[in-house]
C-alpha cells in the first residue's frame, strides 16, 4: 500500500495528469507508456514525450501508426499497462500479442532490422524479425539484450526460455534465470508476477525484479498475511500469499482450513489440485475428495456440481455437499 502511495504522490507532481501515459498510479514511473519522472527522466531505451508526458522508445516505434493498441505492436505505448503487456487480456494464448507469455515456445514475428535480425534462430523476411524458440518479445535494447537466450530484432528483445515478463530495473533483474531486456524483466520458469517487496521475496523459486516478485512454477496468488503464508508450497511476495499447485481459492476460516491440501492464506482457503467448491455444510462436506473451508465445500476432481438430494447423490464418484451434487 506505502508503494501505491507513494507512486501516486511522484505522479501528482508530475503536474500533467491528463497526459495518455497516466492510468492512475498503476504504471510504472519511467517505463515504456507510463510517465516520466518529475525531471523528465525514462529509463534506459526510452525517452520522455514532452507533449504526453509519457515514455516512448527512443526514435520512435515504426509500427505505432495511430493512437491506439495495435496488439502486433510490442513498442506501442498506448498499449502498455500494469502488467506490461496490455494485448494479454486472458489465461488463453493469443497468437497476435508477440509479449503473451501463455503461448509458450513459438515463432514470433515482431519489427526490427536486418542487421540486427541475422543470427541462430532469427530471420529476415525483408519487413519483420522473425524468431523460433522464444515465448515472447518485449521492448528493450541491443546492448541488455545480448546475453544466452536473449534476440535483439533490431526493435524488440525475445526471450527464449519461458516465463514471466514484468516492470523491474538492471540491478534487481541480475540473477540466475532473470533476464534484462533494458526495459522490462523476463523471469524463466515464472508463471505469476504480483506485488511485494525485495526482503519478503527472497525465497526459493522467489525472484524480485526490482518492483514485482515473481514466482517459478504453477501458482496462484491471492489476498493473505506473512504469519498464515508460511507453509510448503506457500510464498509471502510482502503482498500477497502465492500457493503452489492449487486449483481452487475461495472464502473460509483458519480453523476449517487446515487438513491435508488445504493452505490458509491469512484470507483464502487454497485447495491442492483440481477442485470445484460450493455451498455446502460442514457435515456433509467431510468425506475422501471433500474440503470444508468454513463456507464452502470444495470437491477434488469434480467437474460439474448440480442441484440433487443426499440420498440420491450417494454412489461411486458422487459428493454431497449439504446444497449439491458433485460428480
Given at each position: 500500500m506505502r508503494i501505491v502511495v507513494l507512486m501516486a504522490l511522484v505522479l501528482g507532481g508530475c503536474g500533467g495528469g491528463g497526459g495518455r501515459g497516466d492510468d492512475g498510479g498503476n504504471c510504472s514511473?519511467?517505463?515504456?507508456?507510463?510517465?516520466?519522472?518529475?525531471?523528465?527522466?525514462?529509463?534506459?531505451?526510452?525517452?520522455?514525450?514532452?507533449?504526453?508526458?509519457?515514455?516512448?522508445t527512443t526514435g520512435g516505434c515504426p509500427c505505432d501508426t495511430s493512437s491506439a493498441c495495435q496488439a502486433g505492436c510490442a513498442c506501442d505505448p498506448d498499449c502498455i499497462n500494469s502488467s506490461t503487456c496490455a494485448c494479454d487480456t486472458s489465461e488463453a494464448c493469443q497468437t497476435a500479442c508477440a509479449c503473451d507469455s501463455d503461448c509458450g515456445i513459438r515463432t514470433i514475428?515482431?519489427?526490427?532490422?536486418?542487421?540486427?535480425?541475422?543470427?541462430?534462430?532469427?530471420?529476415?523476411?525483408?519487413?519483420?524479425?522473425?524468431?523460433?524458440?522464444?515465448?515472447?518479445?518485449?521492448?528493450g535494447d541491443s546492448s541488455a539484450c545480448a546475453g544466452t537466450g536473449e534476440h535483439w530484432t533490431g526493435e524488440f528483445c525475445c526471450i527464449s526460455d519461458g516465463g514471466q515478463c514484468t516492470t523491474g530495473d538492471s540491478s534487481a533483474c541480475a540473477g540466475i534465470d532473470e533476464h534484462?531486456?533494458?526495459?522490462?524483466?523476463?523471469?524463466?520458469?515464472?508463471?505469476?508476477?504480483?506485488?511485494?517487496?525485495?526482503?519478503?521475496?527472497?525465497?526459493?523459486?522467489?525472484?524480485?525484479?526490482?518492483?514485482?516478485c515473481c514466482i517459478i512454477g504453477a501458482v496462484t496468488c491471492v489476498a493473505g498475511d506473512s504469519s498464515a503464508c508460511a507453509g510448503t508450497d506457500e510464498h509471502w511476495t510482502g503482498a500477497q500469499c502465492c500457493v503452489?499447485?492449487?486449483?481452487?481459492?475461495?472464502?473460509?476460516?483458519?480453523?476449517?482450513?487446515?487438513?491435508?491440501?488445504?493452505?490458509?492464506?491469512?484470507?483464502?482457503?487454497?485447495?491442492?489440485?483440481?477442485?470445484?467448491?460450493?455451498?455446502?455444510?460442514?457435515?456433509?462436506?467431510?468425506?475422501?475428495?471433500?474440503?470444508?473451508?468454513?463456507?464452502q465445500c470444495c470437491v477434488s476432481n469434480a467437474t460439474q456440481c448440480v442441484a440433487g438430494d443426499s440420498s440420491s447423490c450417494s454412489g461411486v464418484g458422487e459428493h454431497w455437499t449439504g446444497s449439491l451434487c458433485c460428480t
Amino acid at each position: 500500500m506505502r508503494i501505491v502511495v507513494l507512486m501516486a504522490l511522484v505522479l501528482g507532481g508530475c503536474g500533467g495528469g491528463g497526459g495518455r501515459g497516466d492510468d492512475g498510479g498503476n504504471c510504472s514511473i519511467g517505463s515504456l507508456g507510463c510517465a516520466c519522472t518529475v525531471g523528465g527522466g525514462c529509463d534506459p531505451g526510452l525517452t520522455c514525450d514532452t507533449l504526453d508526458r509519457r515514455c516512448e522508445t527512443t526514435g520512435g516505434c515504426p509500427c505505432d501508426t495511430s493512437s491506439a493498441c495495435q496488439a502486433g505492436c510490442a513498442c506501442d505505448p498506448d498499449c502498455i499497462n500494469s502488467s506490461t503487456c496490455a494485448c494479454d487480456t486472458s489465461e488463453a494464448c493469443q497468437t497476435a500479442c508477440a509479449c503473451d507469455s501463455d503461448c509458450g515456445i513459438r515463432t514470433i514475428c515482431v519489427a526490427g532490422d536486418s542487421s540486427a535480425c541475422g543470427g541462430t534462430d532469427e530471420m529476415w523476411t525483408g519487413a519483420q524479425c522473425c524468431v523460433s524458440g522464444v515465448s515472447a518479445c518485449v521492448p528493450g535494447d541491443s546492448s541488455a539484450c545480448a546475453g544466452t537466450g536473449e534476440h535483439w530484432t533490431g526493435e524488440f528483445c525475445c526471450i527464449s526460455d519461458g516465463g514471466q515478463c514484468t516492470t523491474g530495473d538492471s540491478s534487481a533483474c541480475a540473477g540466475i534465470d532473470e533476464h534484462w531486456t533494458g526495459i522490462q524483466c523476463c523471469v524463466t520458469g515464472a508463471s505469476a508476477c504480483v506485488a511485494g517487496d525485495s526482503s519478503a521475496c527472497a525465497g526459493i523459486d522467489e525472484h524480485w525484479t526490482g518492483t514485482r516478485c515473481c514466482i517459478i512454477g504453477a501458482v496462484t496468488c491471492v489476498a493473505g498475511d506473512s504469519s498464515a503464508c508460511a507453509g510448503t508450497d506457500e510464498h509471502w511476495t510482502g503482498a500477497q500469499c502465492c500457493v503452489s499447485g492449487v486449483g481452487a481459492c475461495t472464502t473460509g476460516d483458519s480453523s476449517a482450513c487446515a487438513g491435508t491440501g488445504e493452505h490458509w492464506t491469512g484470507n483464502s482457503c487454497c485447495i491442492t489440485g483440481p477442485a470445484m467448491c460450493v455451498a455446502g455444510d460442514s457435515s456433509a462436506c467431510a468425506g475422501t475428495d471433500e474440503h470444508w473451508t468454513g463456507t464452502q465445500c470444495c470437491v477434488s476432481n469434480a467437474t460439474q456440481c448440480v442441484a440433487g438430494d443426499s440420498s440420491s447423490c450417494s454412489g461411486v464418484g458422487e459428493h454431497w455437499t449439504g446444497s449439491l451434487c458433485c460428480t
